[in-house]
């Protein structure tokens, strides 16, 4: 599919956001006459990569979030949102949040919605269906998550 016609359909049947962000990502990696690859837009990754520099206008123009554009492209293209590269996602950002990290926060209401959030996102990591048909791919590193999340709980004896 050419570049414009792409972002012709997005402008059509999506948010206008939607249609900014994608022309953003795509004016950086296309030329106008090129043939796009869809499959782009399944890796959650690019959306952060390519839109760093366009937060202000999605979060305080739009009031929208990369999540949120993620979502609406994935609807679109029909694509299943709960996919590797979510999951990868969100376990990637859980493995940065070490215990010593955890431990160093001075402020216990952050430390306290800290752990609320690690807690709340391995939760949503077992229920998700992709973890589910690949746990062998993605066991060794949730469960070191809990272990994690378990020896912070213990010493702050939450």
């Known amino acids: 599919m050419k ?17 900014l962000s994608s022309k953003h990502i795509l004016d950086k990696l ?3 006459d090129e043939s796009i690859n ?10 952060h990569i ?3 520099d366009y937060a202000g206008i999605i979060y305080g123009r739009y009031a929208s979030s990369v999540d949120r554009l993620y979502i609406e492209m994935c609807n679109h293209l029909d694509i299943e949102i709960d996919n590797k590269y979510t999951l990868e ?7 940065k949040q070490t215990p010593e ?3 160093g926060l001075t402020n216990e209401d952050i ?5 609320i959030y690690f807690d709340e996102k391995l939760v949503s990591i077992c229920h998700s269906t992709y973890y589910k048909n ?6 060794q590193r949730v469960q070191r998550l809990e272990e994690n999340i378990l020896l912070v709980k213990s010493a702050l004896k939450y």
């Open 3 to 19: 570049k414009q016609d792409f972002l012709d359909d997005i402008k059509l049947n999506c948010s206008e956001i939607l249609y």
């Open 30 to 32: 296309y030329k106008d």
């Open 38 to 47: 869809c499959d782009f837009f399944v890796n959650y990754k690019n959306y």
């Open 50 to 52: 390519y839109l760093n």
């Open 89 to 95: 996602h969100v376990i990637a950002k859980l493995e």
């Open 101 to 103: 990290l955890l431990l």
């Open 111 to 115: 430390q306290k919605q800290t752990i």
């Open 134 to 139: 690949n746990i062998d791919e993605f066991k």
